[in-house]
Every structure is written in C-alpha cells, then in structure tokens.
C-alpha cells in the first residue's frame, strides 16, 4: 500500500452521535518501543496519571513492555480534543518517571479510533487483552498484572 505522505497519524475530532457514548480506542508507545512499563511503578503511576485530569475517563487498558491500549470517554457532555489529555499524562509520568535513564518515555505521538458500538468495543478488548499471551508472557490473559478497568462504559 502506498504512502499518503503522513508522518503521524491523524487525529479526528469526536463525533458525538444521538444517544450513544463516545468511546476512543488509544495506543500509546514508548519512544523506541523501550521495555520500561510492565512493572507495578509504571502501572501505578499511569492509573495516577488518568485520575488527576479527568477530561476523559478510562475504562479498560493494558499496559504491555512498550505500549499502553486503552478505551477513553470525555468525562463532560461537551467533547473536547483528546491531544490536550494525552499530552497531559504522558507529561505527567515522564516527569515523575523513577528511572531517569529511560528518559524520554514516550513517543511523540499516539493511535487514536472511535468506536463505533458497544460490539466494538468488546471485540476489541478481547483483542487486546491477548496481547499478553500472544508476546508469551502469560498462558491466560487474567494472569497479565498490568490491566484494569477504571471506570466501566456502558453501551
């Protein structure tokens, strides 16, 4: 497939649709896909990181070595970019990051989806919650420590 010229991806702005919840699907990487997430420090400081500015509320995620999905909702009826929050957080753990040597965190930009419907958003969960068995670090996927849900989204 050719190239259209982007170097990073484009980011839509929401479209609210009568009657049905915005939801984003986010992937998030470390700057040269560096294996410094999986561990209860980063985990931690991501879930702190989403809990200071609530602009958008998490609901699932899953922190892998070098990346982060998560599911993303505004938190206010009015819709507003979702750039500004994520900037806000990468920011946020980089500069409390407890390994200065793995300094920068994150890369410079991130995949953001809206959902569609709430088949969506199950199916790509469980997706995504197989990346851990799928990369071998777990049989099962509940045996992943790094995931969660923050708040629950309903369809």
Not at 107 to 134: C, I, M, P, T
């Amino acid at each position: 497939m050719e190239s259209d010229g982007r170097r990073h991806p484009v980011h839509l702005p929401s479209i609210e649709r009568f009657n049905t919840p915005v939801v984003i699907f986010l992937t998030v990487c470390t700057r040269r896909r560096k294996p410094i997430l999986a561990n209860e420090v980063a985990h931690q400081l991501l879930r702190e990181s989403w809990q200071v500015n609530s602009s958008w509320i998490v609901g699932r995620y899953i922190v892998m070595p070098d990346h982060v999905h998560l599911f993303c909702a505004p938190s206010e009826p009015f819709v507003m970019p979702i750039t500004p929050w994520v900037k806000f957080w990468k920011s946020y753990t980089a500069r409390t990051w407890p390994t200065a040597e793995d300094a920068p965190v994150w890369q410079r930009d991130f995949w953001d989806r809206q959902l569609r419907h709430g088949e969506s958003y199950a199916e790509k969960w469980d997706y995504v919650v197989h990346n851990a068995v799928r990369a071998n670090l777990v049989e099962r996927p509940e045996q992943w420590p790094y995931q969660g849900e923050l708040n629950v989204f309903r369809w």
